[in-house]
């Protein structure tokens, strides 16, 4: 605690104790504060930096997926697994299949 050497009197030296114990209280009490919003702001900085991780993590899986997806819904892809199931190759033209009113008329 600093001296008030300056005041002689003995009220105001207890004033000048007085304000030196109420300037070190605003100064401890500040300096929890300070640390408290310093720790708070940290973890919360932490949870940010984990969700920002899955995040990442979330859209490589995504993209991998959306890979996979149009690498099996290819032409090439189904034409494949056909023939390993045992589908064949189209030897012989569709039939066109014609209109309504000519059909109706081929089977009367």
Excluded: W
Excluded at 16 to 41: A, D, H, P, R, W
Excluded at 50 to 59: G, P, W
Excluded at 89 to 99: A, D, G, H, K, V
């Amino acid at each position: 605690m600093p001296k008030c050497v300056f005041m002689k009197d003995r009220q105001t030296k207890t004033i000048c104790k007085k304000i030196s114990v109420f300037t070190f209280g605003i100064f401890v009490i500040s300096l929890l504060s300070q640390m408290y919003i310093s720790n708070t702001t940290a973890l919360k900085g932490k949870a940010f930096q984990h969700l920002n991780d899955e995040k990442a993590r979330l859209d490589k899986e995504l993209a991998l997926l959306k890979y996979e997806d149009s690498k099996l819904s290819s032409l090439e892809y189904v034409e494949e697994k056909a023939l390993q199931m045992g589908f064949v190759n189209m030897t012989e033209p569709l039939l066109s299949i014609s209109s309504p009113a000519l059909a109706s008329l081929s089977t009367q």
